[in-house]
């Protein structure tokens, strides 16, 4: 018997089992009468198989009810079956539904514009491509490497709509085979482009990923994701998907590098994610790549901090100066409220 807040679906064996109470009949003898396993009887019994037109036929010979009356009673079962089945999928994902940002996932064109929460269900069962979305906890997207501050049921749910348009977009963008050895020596090349305006280096930068087998998205930040950018393998190629979250060039470049790491050190479409491990020696690459850690330690020992130094040190390593100043404040020797000036804002659409 399956129940839901509607339908209560009863199998035909209920009705078998009162008949053979009444005629005083056991299981085992009832098999044998109608020539059947002991085993297939009890399975018909629990309504774990379905009772075919030639078991209503035998039915009727060893019970005296007709053939038709049974297989009405399956027929109706199973509509119930399938009517409570789905009612209850829909209280369940009623119940998802409500923990992923669906209004900002609309107000970005990713899914229809509705108030209906049950045709929030229906688009975000189109959208991520599954018959319910409870589905959406065995699709192992803990195979993404990400970037973000912080890991709530929330912010799962978030990152996973924010994944699933990456792949959406990334499906349009042709790329060559994976390259690893090319994008490795392509590396200060990228660098380069951290002086440089999102008009000029944006496609340059796509173009240049695409030909290392590396589909790059930008996407607007989804409020409760707490996400910089995230990395996954999607087919035969990668994609990598970034947010300019505060709209700092200090904050888009180490999170670029920050998920270039992740893919040069190994760390994507592992089974079980990334571990904080990786996430900290991804970090790191994006900090040695942007301003190595001699350079650095180096500038630093000077203690001179003007704004001037600031510049000049910035100038000799060849790299904006809004990035020298978030390693500052980022490694305590700045205030985050200082020199803030200095630091380029990106707007970057897709």
Known sequence: MVKSRTFIATPPGATIKEQLLDKGMSQKEFATRMGLSQKHVSKLINGEVQLTPDVAV????????????????????????????????????????????????????????????????????????????????????SRIACRRLADTEKSNYALMAWAQQAKIEAHDINTSLIDLKTLEKKLPEIRSMTTLDPDDFCIQL??????????????????????????????????????????????????????????????INQPDGTTEEDERAADHFAQEILIPTSDFDSFVSQNEFSRSSICAFANAEDIQSGIVVGRLQKDGILKYNQFNDLKTKYEITS
């Open 58 to 141: 035998r039915l009727e010979m060893v019970l005296g009810v007709p053939a038709n009356f049974w297989n009405k009673l399956e027929a109706t079962y199973r509509e119930k079956l399938i009517k409570a089945n789905a009612e209850n999928e829909m209280d369940e994902d009623k119940d998802i539904a409500k923990k992923i940002p669906y209004k900002e996932m609309s107000d970005y064109g990713w899914v229809p514009i509705t108030k209906k929460i049950e045709e929030k269900v229906i688009n975000l069962r189109k959208f991520f491509g599954v018959v319910r979305l409870g589905l959406m906890k065995d699709m192992r997207l």
């Open 206 to 267: 796509e173009n240049l990923l695409a030909g290392c087998g590396i589909a790059l998205i930008f996407l607007p930040h989804i409020g409760g994701s707490f996400l910089h950018g995230a990395t996954f393998v999607d087919g035969n190629k990668i994609v990598i998907g970034l947010t300019v979250r505060g709209k700092d060039a200090d904050r888009f470049w180490f999170s670029l590098f920050h998920e270039l790491g992740h893919i040069l050190l190994g760390h």
